[in-house]
């Protein structure tokens, strides 16, 4: 049973912006309330005492970008994967989580992915605006990311071709009706017949609550200019990964989005997707306010090495750190959000503070949720992540509560 507490003693508390020394945060229920200093040494146990020597605490973490972890996947359409995934992103330093799944063609009805939609949606009343908390144990859900179906078949990278789809305006309509204001986003590559009118069905259906990323794709620079024109497509998926690379006579996707000061992109910082120079690139030129850390997470992340688990693209394992199919293929990162902050510090120059803030902030504004979580503000949700100085996990509260992952 989660511990609820009162409140939490900082001796440094990042908001994420700012740097606050010695303070108290009550709790007001599941949302934050006081912010005060400590006049004096205090310990009650209905306050979560962070003050050892060498603890750091901030916002919550989340994990923008997830298909699973711990053997489960999102696509087992099982409340035991919803709750294993949930348990092991908390111990990973998350609070939150953007579940990231797809949809099989050989789903013709969409009935399955109905009966999914339906399960979860009953993890997730308070993120739909329930003052009820998630009865999930671990980190809540804030919504579904949908990475495609409806991508470059050449540019599908880790997914098997059973999850790519031309575009068809009745599927995606019947796709919405299912899913209402679950769906937060939905990844598109823009170069494929019918994307225009397959975005603006969606912009249409869900107005104001689903953005739009780009990726999979291998559109060239015109292309992806014209698309981000479009109101609420301003974010890229995986930056650099499975698109059309770089190059000096046509910059494509990526160099659209990186000169563009209006377009997110998010970042796999392992190593393995994008080398340490690159993910300094990325942090030059968008900052902390448009970069997105993701783990891009698999049902092979957090396994043991060579650990065969089934996904999306077949057979998946750990190898020598990364999480590969059986012919190489990268498949997600072996990354956990507080290990993916860590490794974008020591990786790509990055400080603390605005890797802190591509882990927290910034990924909840690109879901339109900096109102409730990301940072730490009276009348946000009470969630705080508690890290050692080398971001090792210490624990982790959601909604007030200690999240019992251990």
Not at 23 to 46: A, T, Y
Not at 211 to 218: D, M, R, V, W
Not at 270 to 295: A, F, S
Request: hydrophobic content about 40%; some cysteine.
């Amino acid at each position: 049973m989660k511990k609820q507490f009162r409140g939490i003693a900082c001796a440094r508390l990042y908001t994420p912006r700012e740097v606050l020394e010695n303070v108290l945060v009550l709790f007001n229920g599941s949302h934050i309330g006081e912010i005060s200093p400590i006049v004096e040494r205090h310990d009650p146990d209905d306050i979560y005492d962070a003050r050892d020597a060498g603890l750091i605490v901030t916002p919550g973490l989340i994990e923008a970008h997830m298909h699973g972890c711990a053997g489960a996947d999102f696509l087992d359409y099982t409340r035991e994967s919803l709750e294993r995934i949930s348990l092991t992103a908390a111990s990973g330093g998350a609070s939150s989580v953007l579940a990231t799944t797809t949809i099989p063609t050989d789903d013709t009805s969409l009935e399955r992915f109905k009966g999914f939609a339906h399960l979860f949606r009953e993890t997730l009343p308070l993120a739909l605006g329930s003052e009820e908390p998630s009865p999930l144990t671990g980190a809540r859900y804030l919504g579904l990311y949908l990475e495609g179906p409806f991508i470059n078949p050449d540019k599908r990278g880790g997914f098997s071709e059973r999850f790519v789809n031309p575009v068809d305006l009745q599927r995606a309509q019947r796709i919405v009706d299912i899913c209402g204001d679950l769906l937060l986003k939905i990844t598109i590559s823009p170069e494929i017949r019918g994307a225009k009118e397959l975005i603006q069905l969606f912009l249409d259906a869900l107005p104001g609550r689903i953005e739009i990323s780009l990726g999979h794709s291998s559109a060239d620079y015109g292309t992806a200019r014209r698309f981000f024109d479009m109101k609420h497509v301003r974010q890229v998926t995986h930056a650099f990964n499975t698109m059309t690379p770089l190059h000096h006579r046509e910059p494509g996707l990526i160099g659209a989005a990186l000169l563009d000061d209006n377009v997110m992109l998010e970042a796999i910082p392992d190593g393995w997707h994008l080398c340490g120079p690159i993910i300094e690139l990325i942090y030059r030129m968008k900052g902390p306010r448009r970069t997105i850390l993701i783990t891009d997470g698999t049902a092979a992340t957090a396994t043991s090495p060579g650990t065969p688990v089934k996904s999306v693209g077949g057979v998946t394992l750990v190898r020598n750190g990364a999480v590969r199919l059986r012919n190489g293929t990268l498949a997600g990162s072996n990354l956990l959000i507080a290990g993916a902050m860590d490794s974008a510090m020591k990786l790509g120059n990055i400080p603390f503070v605005h890797a802190l803030e591509m882990c927290t902030l910034t990924p909840a504004a690109s879901v339109n949720m900096e109102t409730m979580i990301g940072s730490i503000e009276p009348g946000k949700l009470a969630d705080f992540t508690v890290l050692h100085e080398d971001c090792r996990v210490a624990a982790v509260i959601r909604d007030g509560a200690l999240i019992p992952y251990r």
